[in-house]
């Protein structure tokens, strides 16, 4: 019922392919004004590239990404969704987490409109600007900013109906989810710890970041909501707060629950003894930062959780949900690829997700 | 006129007192950062725990407290410590050996050249000990090229040292940049980046060998070096024309001095204004002569480092990197000591 | 003793001086004297070891003492300490001095009259104290051969003749082989057997100090009309070389 519509809307929308002039409001309170619908599209933000594929069904209109976009495609499922994806240029910023735009390659790329970061420093915002170029600034942090991500996404894709069932979609699970979860006395929420960064340092997720949002929505509390967005900790801090689960980023691609068990300093902190230590899984993209799968990431850890709580069908709601986004199927092993059985298999509870 | 020795002089029963008062502080120190942290543990427990190491005792507190108390609060006083007296030693040997206030290990190029040593080591492989090789290795080259750029017809006067300390360390920050740039930013680039802010986060036992050995070989030969250092500090020409081998006994303390600094930067990154600041202070309490400047900067060094560490790990849930506080703290105690040497004629040269 | 032979110096294309021959024996004290700028400094220091010669040869008996014009210091050391300074020759690498090191330093201010000054600060003492406490740290070396550069300069006239004073009864004592330079004609007259008059680049006078030390030859030396005055000291007459100023 719900694709029948979304088909309509795409029918729709190719047959008004010239179009008028498009104009929205960024997450900077400025107006950017398009010709027409975005043929030539830049990507800085990480997660925004997966997205705008989402958004758009396809990688044609993406013409530019950051590095670290790639690397959460690259021999993962969306790779296989989109192959074309790899060829899409990645060398627009600075190595790492740099957002400093290469102006000069991203001219190249003649990009009718660029996202970029509006709420780190106007430095690497500037230049783009300067080039002439448009650019819609987005933020991240909260819910409310990644749908209006999907928004904008669809505005100038020419694509509304896609980003409105893809918003819908998250007001429905977190709805589902707030539900199951409002009633959770905070005595039973899992005190939840989430790291940025474990090799070589310790960094943490705090009170300012995502996912602090969706550890609170899925039940949790996470330990460290004091500090602000993503703080360096030390070791004994750790142990004071005592974590109950730990979640590992998706970025340091060699991080394994392993790493931490072995760790004989974090030997007596509960979620290392009750072996509750969890890789973030990968899908379309990282699901730990905010994204285009993000409910499923919702899901996911309430299940991990409260393992005796919530028993979602993990295998159908991501099929059902990539044939929505993607228009794409997976299999039993595509569902543990993507849970990251590799890594997650030994932990507390993972069976759970095993049976679907 | 004494024929004994100089044991029972006014000044020698200060300096006694001296001794007295830094080791109880130094003692205390560790004793207090012991019962400190982000975990909760009672002074009665940390006292039990340290007791139990030679006692029989019956435990009276978690295994968690003890593991807190010996393998994460012990190691890491431990290197905060050896940091601080090994920069505090290394700092008093250069400003001696150079007669200038404004050398510290950071100034003649040891420091970046380890850095790079350290990141570049970090870069192809994961070894603590090639870490620390490498960072002596080019910490010394460093120190060769600042050596061979202010050297002109057989000496190096030490205004050109301290210019060719300035551009040495501008081109090993560059192969450092290099470096970070070609680093895989998934893993190799934030161990980097983390390693050079310096930080004593990661501390084990291991490391507190790995760093303990050769700043206590350095310090040893520095200590032993004093009187040579002490005549080295009156001026090349003088020191030679007093019999001295002016060359050799340099080269000996800057070796001594390059594998303190390695071993320093190897364990926490650059740690700034320590190996400035702390020989300052310490020849404000006891004069210039570096029998006794020396063990008293690596004292002072020591209790030191580990305050500033205990802010840095203690103070809030974040980590704060060590190097801000110390430059936060070193830039304006320096600026004030410089200015009162200069009133008291100190800077004559 | 001292010899030396044909010495040249050159600062780039310059020479400082050249063809400078003397022998100064064993026990004899010598003065070097001369305007600015002629090499004085450069001639000792090429005699101490500090500066290489540009041709020629220097050749020594017996340990050095230095005693170099300038006297500050960068740090403020203890007397005793700067004192057993003198003793770096006999400590060997990685040693320090040892009992018989600060006995000797000790001896060597006793001597000097300024036992005393042990344990006060280098930094604060007076010019004249500063001197006396150089010399004790060259004699604390043992030397056989004391060279001063200018060891009365920027003292007044009770300090001049405090250093003399000292100066003359040690050598005598010690029979030690002095080579000094000064920019006063009676401090040489008073003390040294020898004098090298350095005119310029390519002329040095040696000889015996009262052969030297005439009117005719210091006038030439300096420029400035010098008068010799005989003058009566504790029943002695004695010569004072005057300058007369116009």
Known sequence: MKSLAFAAALASAASWAIADPISFEDQRERTVTLDGEAERVVTIPIPAASMFIAVDGGTDRLVGMHQLSKTAIKGRILERFYPDALAIPSNITGKGFSFVPNVEELLALEPDLVFQWGHLNDDIIDPLVNAGLNVALIKIGQEAFTRKWLTIMGEVTGKPEKAKAMIDWRDDVMAELQAATAGIAEGDRPRTLYFMNYLSSLRVAGGKSYNNFYIDLAGGKNVASELGMFVEVGIEQIISWDPEVILLNGFEAKLSPKDVYDNPLLADVSAVKSRRVYKMPLGGYRWDPPNQESPLTWLWLSMVLHPDKFNWDMADRINRNYEFIYGQSVDADDVRNILRFDMNADAANYDIFADG | ?349 | MIRVENAAFRFREDWVFRGVNFTLERGQTAAILGPNGRGKTTLLKSIVGLLKLAEGRVETHGRIGYVAQKNDMSFSYRVLDIVVMGRAAHVGMFRTPGIEDYQIARLTLDRLGIGGFADRIYTQLSGGERQLVMIARALASECEILILDEPTSALDFSNQALILGILGRIVSEDGLTVLMTTHVPQHAQHLADTVLLMHGPERQDWGLAHEMLTEARLEALYGVPVKALEVENHGRTETALVPLFS
């Open chain 2, 1 to 349: 006129m004494s024929l004994v020795d100089e044991t029972s002089t006014p000044a020698a029963k200060r300096r006694l007192g001296l001794w007295t008062t830094l080791l109880s502080l130094l003692a205390a120190s560790v004793l207090f950062s012991l019962g400190i942290g982000r975990f909760g543990v009672s002074v009665s427990n940390v006292v039990s725990i340290l007791l139990g190491n030679v006692l029989p005792l019956e435990p009276t507190w978690q295994p968690v407290e003890e593991r807190v108390v010996e393998l994460i609060r012990m190691p890491r006083i431990l290197i905060a410590g050896l940091a601080g007296a090994g920069l505090a030693v290394a700092g008093a040997a250069l400003q001696g050996v150079f007669r200038n206030p404004l050398v510290g290990p950071q100034i003649i190029g040891v420091s970046s050249g380890a850095a790079f040593g350290g990141a570049f080591a970090i870069l192809v492989s994961e070894s603590q000990v090639l870490l620390i090789g490498f960072a002596f290795g080019f910490g010394m080259l460093a120190m060769l090229v600042v050596y061979g750029i202010s050297r002109q017809q057989g000496r190096a006067s030490i205004l050109m040292l301290v210019l060719a300390g300035i551009v040495t360390s501008a081109f090993f920050s560059a192969l450092v940049s290099i470096t970070k740039f070609v680093a895989d930013p998934d893993d190799k680039l934030p161990a980097i980046v983390f390693w050079l802010m310096g930080s004593f986060a990661s501390a084990s036992y291991d490391k507190a060998l790995l760093i303990g050995l050769p700043v206590a070989l350095g310090s040893l030969v520095v200590y032993l070096m004093r009187f040579q250092i002490n005549v080295l500090s009156l001026g090349d020409e003088e020191a030679q024309s007093l019999g001295l081998k002016v060359e050799r006994t340099r080269w000996i303390v800057l070796i001594a001095v390059a594998l303190i600094s390695a071993a320093v930067v190897a364990a926490a990154g650059i740690v700034g204004w320590v190996g400035l600041v702390i020989p300052h202070f310490a020849r404000m309490l006891t004069g210039p002569d570096h029998k006794v400047l020396i063990p008293a900067a690596a004292l002072i060094g020591a209790i030191y480092l580990i305050h500033v560490d205990n802010v840095a790990r203690a103070s809030i849930a974040a980590e704060i990197p060590v190097g801000i506080i110390t430059a936060l703290l070193g830039a304006p105690v320096f600026a004030y000591l410089l200015r009162r040497a200069a009133n008291k004629g100190w800077s004559s040269e």
